[in-house]
């Protein structure tokens, strides 16, 4: 069955520190993959995604994220952590063609300590 | 501004009181979807529809109703609420199934 694992459900980092936010999917073929940030009481909003080409990919924020085929994987990860980055992150995947619906993660609730 | 309105933001409702929750988009997207988030779960798709009259289940719809009148509009039905749809839903709208989707702000929704 198609799945998205986060598998850490919280994170917490100093401000200024460094990022790596993990999302693995089991997919069939190479699908389209999104990083969504969900601030306190708002909806989601769009960080970043992946459709082909280059693996590495850059996003709102200073956020950036890297497609590994052979691991089926696709961290986020942000040189320096901002206060304001505390929230909470959904890595989605999407087939490139057929069925009509993403799948997301469970999330990643990021803790930043001032 | 380009956006998805979702009305209310909040409700409280009685177990079994039929209520809808209305999603409107002004991006002429033909995609919309309803999802419900839940703790640990993340979101979960109930309904999507791929355009007018276009409407078919996620993973969740039990309990649930939608319908694509017009294409800005997709509301979310429950007919006879109960404890266990307590939930944040979410509406989203795109171009096409596997495009960047705008999300609404949420509808925090109790069942007692």
């Known amino acids: 069955a198609q799945s998205v694992t986060q598998p850490d459900i919280h994170i917490t980092v100093s401000e200024g520190a460094s990022l790596e936010l993990r999302c693995n999917y089991s997919?069939?073929?190479?699908?389209?993959l999104f990083w969504y940030v969900q601030s306190p009481g708002q909806g989601l909003q769009l960080l970043l995604k992946y459709f082909s080409g280059d693996t590495l990919v850059q996003g709102i924020k200073g956020f950036e994220a890297e497609f590994k085929r052979s691991q089926s994987s696709f961290n986020l990860r942000k040189p320096s952590v901002h206060w304001s980055d505390a929230a909470e992150y959904f890595c989605a995947v999407a087939p490139a063609a057929g069925t009509y619906k993403y799948i997301f993660g469970t999330g990643t609730r990021l803790k930043v300590l001032a | 501004e380009a956006q998805v309105t979702q009305n209310p933001r909040y409700l409280i409702t009685v177990t079994g009181k039929k209520l809808t929750v209305t999603c409107s988009q002004n991006?002429?997207?033909?995609?919309m979807s309803w999802y419900r988030q839940d703790p640990g779960l993340g979101l979960r798709q109930i309904y999507y529809s791929m355009n007018v009259e276009v409407t078919d289940k996620g993973d969740v719809p039990e309990g649930y109703k939608v319908s694509r009148k017009e294409k800005r509009n997709f509301p979310l039905i429950l007919e006879s609420p109960s404890p266990n749809q307590t939930s944040l839903y979410f509406c989203?709208?795109?171009?096409?199934?596997?495009?960047?989707?705008?999300f609404g702000q949420g509808t925090r929704l109790t069942v007692v």
């Open positions: 991006m002429n997207h033909e995609y």
């Open positions: 989203a709208s795109s171009t096409g199934s596997n495009t960047e989707a705008f």
């Open positions: 997919y069939g073929a190479t699908p389209y």
